[in-house]
């Protein structure tokens, strides 16, 4: 097992975690109440930040990945759409780096991509199959299961 591996699988996990708060349920806005409104445009706001910080973290993700030289099919065919790649280094940088303007181009490409939203959750996905096949985690957590019972 490589340990370059599992310090990406780490990196992979700290997006994840991040990426079950995104997947929380959005508030509904129905009948127009103030209160009620600021408080549930508070709440999409808060999802999408946490939505922001999950796209740039699985770029740390794809860099990892490529600085490792690692070799799987279906990430690989994921990655090799360049212009989303790109898009998300973009994005990640704008999370990350002090941008004067709030909603920089930088972002605004990435988001308004045909289909992103489908291509980031499928590279998720890749990379969790990834790790599944490659790093004996269904052991380690079956040896927890017996240990514990």
């Not at 209160?35 to 796209?55: D, N």
């Not at 780096?97 to 980031?120: R, V």
Request: with cysteine; proline share 3%.
């Amino acid at each position: 097992m490589s340990p370059q591996l599992v310090a990406l699988h780490k990196h992979w996990c700290t997006a994840d975690a991040v990426k079950q708060f995104v997947s929380a349920e959005l508030p509904n806005i129905d009948n127009f109440d103030a209160e009620k409104w600021i408080k549930e445009i508070g709440s999409m706001a808060s999802t999408l930040h946490r939505m922001s910080v999950w796209y740039s973290l699985i770029y740390v993700v794809v860099e990892g990945y490529k600085e490792l030289k690692c070799s799987n099919e279906a990430v690989d065919e994921l990655l090799g759409n360049e212009e989303y790649v790109d898009f998300l280094r973009l994005f990640r940088n704008a999370t990350f780096h002090y941008q004067k303007d709030p909603l920089t181009e930088k972002a605004q490409k990435f988001l308004i991509a045909k289909d992103s939203e489908i291509w980031i959750r499928e590279l998720n996905s890749a990379f969790e199959k990834l790790f599944l096949d490659n790093l004996p985690i269904r052991e380690f957590i079956n040896a927890v299961k017996v240990e514990d019972a």
